[in-house]
């Protein structure tokens, strides 16, 4: 997938612009934050369960060697396969090679984001092999060759009519005169259609939620069942999953999943939460006769021991996202690459480079409201920070956001410079506003005043005020 | 080799070599004793008021339940809401002892076959391991006698369970099946797969509404035998 994430500022401006998406986000804003707060308020100990969940993770990264090998080599005793992939290219050569062994044609697919990272769907397809993405948001999106805009919810920027309008496109063999009176229409034409590309998939790929040292299985969580469908029907499981989703034991992951769907779409538990054990054992009516997972780094290890490493303790709830003042306005395709929102903010620049993504951790006002609803505790906001100094190093700024930045540090660091200059500032601006109480333009900030008025400054500035309060005037 | 790159990398990150003797130790005496956190109080209750708690949250998750006195009444239990549902009498049967002592022949006009789910198949009766109160949610692991695809392609799935094997919290049940697996090979105790099924199957991804029946089954009901009394 081609990445657009260096030009952030123009998807956004254009997803300002587009109606249809606009009146998309309006509707469903607001929706995923009043779940989660429900779930939440349902369960007295969720913010104990949230420090305990930041704490495994940080244990497990820690150890994130033995728990690796210790995973790997349950897998191996359950009769499963380990492929380990340093990058984008040789997982996809590691996926493409199991189906030319076994002759695949077609290849069923649950929702992965890791999938969507290392563009699994393009590389097959290259190789004459047909994927097909069974969870009804990345079905649609697959229909329409769109990325996601959101990592548990991929089609949530598109109405009913978009829905059936794909549909009647592609699906050519129904009548066209068929009617969808409700939403459940287009879920069952889908779930038909669906069906048989379930049985007739001869490779079945999912991703994992976590991966358990102790018993060496992969965990996949959904609502729809495409993923059991997804591993259970081919001959065929693979999993593909990255490095930082292994948790020590059943125990551990127990608490994770407590907290995932809460935090996620609000439910106590999604639907369907199974646990995978290598392929189908003797005596077995069902399951898979072969089981690989393909163990994914593509930039994470260096992560570790760097100030990002609290990232990788993220479990893809979408929290962040979901509570987000820009995301819930420019929506998730304007950032351009697979994971949108805060979090993606943080990854993006790690996997395509601070040079393409620089612009994402600039796109936040800093609010922490993610970091406050974050099930693992990510210090979001301070690692967007950190990417922002980096990009400064680097001279990857535009030369006026530079020279502008050298200017106020300059100014910043000369203290009676400082109180002098936003002095003259603050009257300056209480003198041009003193009949309204506001500006509707400034200079240098039209753009800022173009979406708000600015409120003029009552009388002193900060430092005055501060001064003043110090001495016990106030 | 990607694998020595990876271990490499992380460990460079982590500032040390493979971790000593001691520490190790240290974690596979952690795996063993496999500590439980804080588990939550909610099902934190006497067995009945489990159970009641099981039963809301089934329902709650969009499930529905029959509770019955014995097996003598599973078959018209599962008879009577069959034909609730307008659902035929065909129905694919998971092939498990329990289920097969049940008296099914009182019911003749029910059709029963034994083994995996076909995609004809339209109603399916499951064995169920463990119900779990905290969330109303069914703990069915895969074994020869409980297949997988009976919860996964038939429109219906009816999950026939003891009240016994109502448990307050997930602990409860990893408990469960770590000691009626034990002596399985280590790291192997776990069966191919251990499915934990809350509700019918569901999704929001057209315009962010819940909508029953994506791709599993539509209807999920739990026939619940009452062995929890005496006699």
Known sequence: ????????????????????????????????PAKRAAAVAGLPEFEQLRDIGRDIKNHTLANLDFYLETWERNVLNAGGHVHWASTAEDARKAVLDICKRVGA??????????????????????????????????????????????????????????????????????????????????MTEARTLLREKFLAADVGITGANFLI???????????????????????????????????????????????????????????????????RRPGDLDGPEEYHVVVVDNGRSAMIGSEFQDMLRCIRCAACMNHCPVYQIVGGQSYGWVYPGPMGSVLTPMLIG????????????????CESVCPVKIPLPKLMRHWREREFERHLQPIAARTNLAVWAWVAQRPSLYRFATRAAAKALALLGRSKGSLSYVPLAGGWTAGRDLPVPEGDTFFARYAKQQRGEA | ??????????????????????QTLGLYARLNAHPRH????????????????????????????????SNDDVPCAVADYIASQNLPAD????????????????????????????????????????????TGTLMLPAAPHRPTTLNLLCDTEIVVLRASRVVGPFEDAWDILRREREGMVYGNFLPRNVMFVTGPSRSADIESTLELGAHGPRRLHVVLIDDTTAG
């Open chain 1, 1 to 32: 997938m081609l990445a657009t994430s260096s030009d952030f500022k123009g998807n956004a401006k254009r997803a300002l612009k587009n109606a249809p998406l606009q009146d998309s986000m309006r509707g469903t804003r607001a929706l995923f």
């Open chain 1, 105 to 186: 044609r077609t290849v069923t697919k649950g929702k992965s984001m890791i999938s969507e990272e290392l563009a699994i769907n393009d590389h097959l397809e290259a190789h004459g092999i047909t994927p097909v993405e069974t969870d009804l948001g990345e079905y649609i999106l697959q229909i329409r060759n769109e990325p996601p805009s959101h990592i548990i919810a991929p089609a949530t920027h598109l109405s009913r009519a978009d829905w059936e309008e794909s549909f009647r496109k592609i699906h050519t063999d129904l009548p066209a005169d068929r009617v969808f009176a409700e939403r459940k229409d287009i």
């Open chain 1, 213 to 279: 040292a102790e018993t060496g299985s992969s965990v996949i969580v959904t609502n729809e069942g495409n993923g059991d469908l997804t591993q259970t029907l081919p001959r065929v499981h693979i999993v593909l999953a990255s490095i930082e989703k292994v948790v020590p034991t059943l125990e551990d992951a127990t608490n994770m999943l407590r907290l995932l769907a809460r935090s996620a779409t609000g439910q106590d538990m999604s639907v369907y939460t199974t646990f995978s054990t290598g392929a």
């Open chain 1, 354 to 369: 601070v040079d393409q993504a620089g612009q994402l951790p600039n796109a936040s006002t800093f609010c922490g409201k």
């Open chain 2, 1 to 22: 080799m990607s694998r020595d790159a990876i271990f490499g990398a992380i460990q460079r990150g982590l500032r040390r070599g493979p971790l000593p003797a001691d």
């Open chain 2, 38 to 69: 804080l588990v939550p109080q909610r099902s934190n209750l006497p067995h009945p008021q489990q159970i009641e708690l099981f039963l809301r949250n089934l329902e709650k998750e969009f499930a529905t339940f029959t509770s019955v006195a």
């Open chain 2, 91 to 134: 129905i694919i049967i998971a092939p498990h002892p329990e289920l097969r002592a049940i008296p099914w022949f009182n019911r003749p006009l029910l059709q029963l076959r034994e083994g995996r789910a076909e995609a004809s198949d339209l109603v399916s009766v499951q064995h169920g391991y463990v119900g779990i109160a905290e």
